[in-house]
């Protein structure tokens, strides 16, 4: 969890671009993860374990923390799934789940956003199988989304036909499947992932005038270990449709096929595609100078912009933050964390430039 103390010389401090600049210093919520896990079975090398993880936020500008969106003091049960190891013929280390439930995330701390995520209703999943030189995953999942569908009602009133334009919410069902080949040895602590995602929208015989388009991610992960002491991995991506486009966003970068947290699926998505570099690490300089990073370089082409809310915008973004610190002692260490970005929208030949730079100290 996280929590803390912070105030402003112009009333309350407020985030801005955490994504894009870094976290560090530029968050205030008290954002936490519970999980709760019940042994079931374990008998014959075989073991099933029941799991629960419930997280959410606790406003740190309030005392009060009564569950409200107003307040933000929110909470969700973000899993609830089935558990087993040792089920699995010939793979024994292998890990068999069904429920609400993902393949793991692969989070950017610095930038509070992550690489892989693949938010889930029900599914199932397995994961850990020893195939070859590496470690196979595998999850198909449902993860449902709601798309406002126009209808044109007629009415006669005095013999004049009028014809009015309502909106209601359908929900679709979207079903995502994932494959992820990961822990392929290159050399000396240095491992490679490829990963693909394919979300599919399956429209009933009704829905027939909706459109929800399908989306691919993919994604290659470089990971070196022992780098200066530490580590550095590099991620590729490309994404098409609306998962392209929360690769536009200029704060946050989850590669979601929804648009938010309540499942909306937001505008005009025509084939756009998006691609990623990101690096991340932290490496020791010396025995007293740590340096930590996170960089993001993305561009795209035809996408839906969320924070314009435009389609067909092109665009370019860089994102970073670096953290140089000095370590007095096992107790102590300074350093300073300093973030940059640029991001440039262009659309219906207008160009929109945003970009913002930070320093925190820390001890």
Known sequence: FRGGWSTSSNGKPKNYAEGALGRFGNE???????????????????????????????????????????????????????????????????????????LPYNEIQMLDWKTQKTPAGGGIGIENLKVGVGALDLSLVRADVNVKNK???????????????QYKKEEVDLNELEIRYRDIPLWQNATLGLNARYSAPNKSKIQNSISVKNAWLGSLVL???????????????????????????????????????DNDYIGTHTGGKAYRFVSEGEAYLSDNIIVAHALALTSGN?????????????????????????????????????????????????????????MDRLH
Do not use: C
């Open 28 to 102: 205030y919520g008290g954002w936490y993860d519970l999980i709760f896990k019940q042994k079931v079975y374990d008998q014959d090398g075989r073991r099933v374990d029941a799991i629960v993880m419930i997280d959410g936020n606790v406003a740190t500008n309030k005392a009060a923390g009564l569950f409200n969106t107003q307040d933000d003091n929110i909470m969700q049960f973000s899993d609830i799934y089935l558990e087993t190891k040792g089920f699995v013929p010939r793979f024994p280390d292998a890990k068999l789940w069904v429920g609400k439930h993902s």
């Open 223 to 261: 990971r070196q270990n022992e780098f200066f002491g530490g580590f550095n991995q590099f991620t590729l991506q490309t994404a098409t449709n609306s998962v392209a486009s929360q690769l536009a966003n200029i704060n946050t970068n989850n590669p979601e096929f929804a648009s938010n947290s």
């Open 151 to 165: 209808k044109e009602i007629i009415s006669t009133d005095d013999s004049k036909v009028n014809k009015i334009d």
């Open 302 to 358: 035809d996408v839906y912009s969320y924070d314009l809310n435009l389609p067909h915008t092109d665009f370019t973004s860089f994102k970073s933050a670096i953290r140089p610190a000095y370590i007095w002692d096992t107790y102590n260490q300074s350093g300073v964390e300093l973030g940059y970005f640029r991001q440039k929208d262009k659309v219906k030949s207008k160009t929109y430039v945003e970009e913002g730079y930070k």
